[in-house]
């Protein structure tokens, strides 16, 4: 097999394509020939060792992956070779095979195209946990989505919809803001050109909205959660801007507001049924037609390098997704 290695964590440019010997699937797990994955923001910051996990080196990133069962391990009864699935396996995406637990494994059913399906997991995942689970999007409700012509962003407009809330798009240009739009957002904020929060208060009335899905932080933060709602929730996501901001804790005091951490791969760890429960709805509603990955660019998985820099400059609405040849 192929795959991108990192043995020294100080960017992308360290990493290199290499072949590397095949490997076989213990006890619990499968090894998935890998057909497409998709290119995350935490996929840039662990090879740059930023990240919250830093794995020993060397190392092949890439979280999220789709593909084929080539051979499963001791105990592993409900897949076999041949099986369509997605995974969020943390590692190992970016190359031709990788071992995956089968607790991290999605079958896909028949119609999920390989380069959806890796572009499905994590932002999909990430968004309905923090919207349905950790906010409890109620329909009618108003929810802010920053940074939203991004993966997370993108997925949460569709998710907000398919929950029966309104929603408000903001993105730093006028083409994010179109994209945003054309999936189903009812209004589009540009706060690359306007001023965030008198924006939002001509939107909601002066009301503010009820939920705020935030994976940008950074100057963003404190505008956002100073703009929000009487009893809102302001959801942390990520902080994609680069800076950790801080919040003035008396805002939350005054408009009855809760401050929610949203860390998917934890809470599937954790709560594997209820997570398979939100995948499965997820699935239904892809199926329906609700809910449709936005994949700008489609490369090579040899062009992993050209991948990062347009996701290091912005470029990339929705996802950026890698393929292999079948």
């Known amino acids: 097999m192929h795959a991108w290695i990192c043995d020294n964590p100080i960017g992308p440019q360290a ?33 740059q060792n930023k990240y919250q996990m830093k794995p020993p080196v060397p190392f092949v990133p890439g979280s999220e992956f789709s593909g084929v069962v080539d051979a499963v391990g001791e105990g592993v009864t409900h897949l076999k070779p041949g099986d369509a699935v997605a995974a969020f396996g943390g590692l190992g995406g970016f ?47 108003t929810v802010l989505v920053l940074g939203a012509a991004g993966g997370v962003g993108t997925a949460a407009i569709q998710i907000a919809k398919a929950a029966g809330a309104r929603v408000i798009a903001a993105a730093s240009s006028d083409e994010k803001c179109a994209l945003c739009r054309e999936i189903g957002a009812d209004a589009t904020i540009n706060y690359g050109a306007a001023n965030l929060r008198e924006e939002i208060k001509a939107l909601t009335g002066g009301q503010g909205p009820d939920v705020v899905y935030d994976p940008v932080g950074g100057d963003l933060a404190e505008p956002a959660f100073r703009s929000i709602g009487w009893r809102g929730r302001y ?16 805002l939350a005091l005054l408009k009855g507001a809760s401050i ?28 329906q037609g609700k809910i449709r990955p936005v994949i700008e660019h489609q490369l090579p998985m040899t062009d992993l390098l050209r991948a990062f820099e347009l996701m290091a400059s912005r470029q990339v609405r929705g996802k950026l997704v890698l393929t292999n040849a079948a």
Do not use: M
């Open 15 to 47: 990493l290199t394509w290499k072949e590397v010997p095949t490997p076989e699937p213990k006890k619990g797990e499968v090894r998935v020939a890998i057909r497409a994955a998709s290119l995350n923001f935490p996929d840039l910051l662990i090879v």
């Open 95 to 141: 190359g031709t095979h990788a071992t995956v637990p089968v607790s991290l494994i999605l079958p896909l059913p028949s119609g999920f195209s390989f380069p959806d399906a890796a572009a499905f997991l994590c932002t999909y995942g990430t968004s309905h946990h923090a919207l349905i689970d950790r906010a409890a999007l109620q329909p009618g409700e």
């Open 260 to 287: 929610v951490g949203v860390f998917w791969g934890e809470f599937a760890r954790r709560e594997p049924q209820r997570n398979a429960r939100a995948l499965a709805e997820l699935a239904a509603w892809y199926a």
């Open 235 to 250: 959801l942390v996501i990520g902080f994609a801007q680069g800076s950790i901001p801080s919040l003035p804790l008396n």
